[in-house]
């Protein structure tokens, strides 16, 4: 697997907006909310917003999301 580095928060919207939300990114500790917030489309900039779709089962379970 690949992992980029996303340091600000307009560097981590523009690889969901090229590769989808479920990049996997590298992000510090303290941004770890607003990534999630974008990547499940519950809050984001004008240019995200309503653009975030993830088709599938449970997302959160299959990333480790419920302490599994």
């Keep these: 697997k690949v992992m980029f580095e ?7 919207g523009w690889y969901i907006k090229n590769y989808g939300p479920e990049v996997n990114l590298f992000v510090d500790h303290s941004q770890i909310v607003q990534l999630e917030c974008l990547r499940r489309g519950i809050w984001g900039t004008k240019s995200l917003w309503g653009r975030v779709v993830t088709y599938g089962g449970n997302w959160g379970a299959a990333h480790g999301a419920y302490g599994d």
Excluded at 6 to 12: G, I, M
Aim: glycine fraction near 0%; avoid cysteine.
């Design 6 to 12: 996303a340091a600000d928060p307009e560097v981590f």
